[in-house]
């Protein structure tokens, strides 16, 4: 008993040695970003002033992986702390399949609740929804709110599949009982058009492959749609949306002087890419490069609210991506054919979908004003040791899982795993 007291004391003096409480923690996970993506890398030439930021002011990981090459797989991994081969329903989703996490099983929100955090996720889900026939008119059961995260604002899956609606927690927002929407990915709903049949309504963007189904907002998608129109998103605006969630979480939070949680998903550069008017050619390399330079704009305004606040002492930063890079992805966009000189790739053997090196090998930065030193590691780490590496940090029993605790890695004070 004496020795137990003497460990919880050691851990309190240990945040207090560092003018700390329980750090607030942001995970900030972009969608098909490369490691030439990020600016700090040097190994692309677009500009990320943001990104590079946290990349200068904490540790830049050059030896980082994912679990997974491509995006459900590395998410499911990413909150449970198992490897996606472990769950066959680990791989790309239907919009309208199934929680594929357990609910009963422990996962980063669920054990940093424990930990006393408020939680929250805002943006890509892709994980499921529901327990596999979904009434989106209704509650929907089995989502983020079941395995951990107090709050949640969403899309289902992607960008480029139906149903292109956000969910704050149980129900889709906006949505009126007098024009319900229907979901399919069987078959098409009668008298409904798609890119195929009335190829005129792409006005935006035109499918390359693959994308040739119900088409919303002048963009053809995966999948078939009806009704649900006055919930239906504008993917223009879709940045600043999930933006303005985040913000909000984290001034509430702020003002409670509550420890928080942040699962920040950012949609880019995914497909369909369709930056905000403000982005449209900025890059010089279309719409990937300016769907960058946007995430990289919300990422800025994220680290000058923690300043404003003055959080940024008291927050840990997780900056991460779900898989290695693809240009064209289904889309006319000119991702290829603009590309120039920047590599997102960094040189490495292929990208999403592959099983060579650059279909999983990711950027990786983490940042605490104050605690982290500026540094480079080459050290060999993973996204699948979030989970136990920060249960670890604050004292918190898990099951065992499949991590390793890589806290002194991540907080760069080491290169080695902790002896378990």
């Known amino acids: 008993m004496k020795k137990l007291i003497s460990i919880l004391l050691l851990s309190t003096i240990v945040f207090h040695s560092h003018g700390q409480n329980k750090p607030n923690i942001i995970l900030i996970y972009l969608d098909d970003?490369?490691?030439?993506?990020?600016?700090?890398?040097?190994?692309?030439?677009?500009?990320?002033?943001?990104?590079?930021?946290?990349?200068?002011?904490?540790?830049?990981?050059?030896?980082?992986?994912?679990?997974?090459?491509?995006?459900?797989?590395?998410?499911?991994?990413?909150?449970?702390?198992?490897?996606?081969?472990?769950?066959?329903k680990a791989k790309i989703l239907a919009g309208d399949a199934p929680l594929i996490i357990d609910t009963a099983s422990m996962t980063l929100p669920k054990m940093l609740k424990k930990a006393g955090y408020k939680t929250a996720v805002v943006g890509k889900w892709h994980l499921g929804l529901g327990n596999g026939t979904i009434d989106w008119n209704t509650a929907i059961q089995e989502n983020p709110n079941d395995v951990g995260?107090?709050?949640?604002?969403?899309?289902?899956?992607?960008?480029?599949?139906?149903?292109?609606?956000?969910?704050?927690?149980?129900?889709?927002?906006?949505?009126?009982?007098?024009?319900?929407?229907?979901?399919?990915?069987?078959?098409?709903?009668?008298?409904?058009?798609?890119?195929?049949?009335?190829?005129?309504?792409?006005?935006?963007?035109?499918?390359?492959?693959?994308?040739?189904?119900?088409?919303?907002?002048?963009?053809?998608?995966?999948?078939?749609?009806?009704?649900?129109?006055?919930?239906?998103?504008?993917?223009?605006?879709?940045?600043?949306?999930?933006?303005e969630k985040t913000l909000n979480f984290i001034e509430q939070n702020h003002q409670a002087n509550q420890p928080f949680f942040l699962y920040y998903a950012l949609q880019q550069p995914h497909v369909p890419r369709v930056p905000n008017p403000a982005f449209v050619g900025k890059s010089g390399m279309g719409p990937r490069g300016d769907a960058i330079l946007e995430a990289d704009w919300a990422v800025g305004e994220v680290l000058k609210k923690l300043e404003a606040t003055g959080m940024d002492k008291n927050t840990l930063i997780l900056f991460s991506s779900d898989n290695g890079p693809v240009l064209n992805d289904g889309y006319h966009d000119e991702a290829v054919e603009k590309l120039g000189k920047h590599d997102p790739f960094a040189g490495l053997r292929g990208g999403k979908y592959s099983l060579f090196e650059g279909g999983a090998k990711v950027p990786l930065l983490a940042y605490w004003k104050g605690t982290i030193q500026p540094a480079v590691s080459n050290a060999l780490v993973c996204q699948l040791d979030f989970l136990t590496s920060l249960s670890n940090m604050l004292h918190v029993s898990i099951p065992q899982n499949d991590g390793l605790?890589?806290?002194?890695?991540?907080?760069?004070?080491?290169?080695?795993?902790a002896k378990s």
């Not at 990104?51 to 459900?72: E, L, M, P, Q």
Request: glycine share 8%; net charge positive; charged share 20%.
């Open 33 to 88: 970003l490369g490691v030439g993506d990020v600016g700090a890398y040097q190994k692309g030439t677009l500009k990320t002033p943001n990104f590079d930021k946290i990349a200068k002011g904490g540790v830049r990981f050059t030896n980082a992986y994912a679990t997974s090459a491509t995006c459900t797989p590395s998410r499911f991994a990413l909150l449970t702390g198992k490897y996606p081969w472990r769950n066959p």
């Open 149 to 243: 995260f107090d709050e949640s604002f969403i899309m289902a899956a992607t960008t480029d599949r139906v149903p292109t609606v956000y969910i704050q927690n149980r129900q889709v927002v906006g949505l009126q009982a007098s024009d319900p929407l229907y979901v399919s990915y069987e078959k098409n709903f009668p008298n409904q058009p798609t890119a195929l049949s009335n190829p005129e309504l792409m006005t935006k963007q035109k499918w390359h492959h693959g994308h040739n189904q119900s088409v919303h907002n002048g963009i053809p998608r995966i999948g078939f749609m009806k009704g649900g129109k006055s919930a239906l998103w504008v993917d223009e605006e879709m940045t600043n949306v999930f933006l």
């Open 405 to 417: 605790d890589f806290m002194n890695v991540f907080l760069g004070k080491s290169n080695k795993v």
